[in-house]
């Protein structure tokens, strides 16, 4: 039975660790494939959280998770859309991309890629969904894989930084984590719904 001592002898915090990273890990690698999930808001949750915690490193490893889990869903998107363009029937990744990239917003990515290269998809991750139609653009330019996975990991490491910062804002500013949490989740929420709140105005006054 002395493993039962040395499993009490965990702190909790190791364990909610042991627990948390690879749940915050898969959680932003879905939504980076899947972009139903509120990836921004999970960053900034754990953020705050981390940032309570009186554990070392905490918040790097918020970093490090999410930036390598953002990494690799989108190599992965990218890497399906690929596949679709090159087949004949394309494919439901590919499809996925189209529905969520606009004809319109799709030619405003493709002229600011023709333009600007790789400083589009670090400014595509942190505009609100301006992840996908970036990522099309670069499939229809026929950009290498590897050429994607240089520009898209600055990208990343930005988006990281841009969720982790709303969450140690919230963490500072309220003495419970879990009011943290709800202030930097509202605060994502409202930064994500802005664009489209804008363009709706704006067609509004247009019309």
């Known amino acids: 039975m002395s493993w039962l001592g040395a499993a009490s002898t965990v702190p909790p915090e ?17 939504g980076a494939l899947v972009p139903v999930v509120p990836t921004g808001a999970l960053v900034s949750g754990a953020a705050v959280v ?10 790097a490893l918020v970093f490090v998770t999410a930036a390598l889990a953002a990494f690799c869903g989108d190599i992965a998107l990218y890497w399906l859309g690929r596949r679709g363009m090159t087949s004949k029937n394309g494919s439901r990744w590919l499809a996925a991309i189209r529905a969520r990239a606009p004809e319109d917003r799709l030619a405003q990515a493709q002229e600011k890629l023709a333009g600007h290269g790789v400083a589009v998809l670090v400014l595509s991750r942190l505009v609100p969904a301006g992840r996908l139609p970036v990522m099309l653009a670069c499939l229809v330019a026929e950009w290498p894989l590897r050429r994607f996975a240089r520009g898209n990991l600055p990208a990343c490491l ?38 489209s709140v804008w363009r709706r105005v704006r067609g509004s006054s247009t019309a």
């Not at 660790?17 to 959680?27: D, E, H, M």
């Not at 969720?163 to 943290?180: A, D, K, M, T, V």
């Open 14 to 30: 190791t364990t909610q660790q042991a627990i948390g990273y690879p749940t915050l890990f898969l959680l932003v690698l879905v």
């Open 158 to 195: 930005a988006w990281a930084v841009t969720y982790q910062l709303i969450g140690i804002l919230g963490g500072s500013l309220f003495p419970e984590p879990w009011e943290g949490v709800v202030a930097a989740v509202a605060l994502t929420v409202l930064i994500s719904l802005a664009p």
């Open 50 to 59: 981390a940032f309570h915690r009186t554990a070392p490193f905490s918040l």
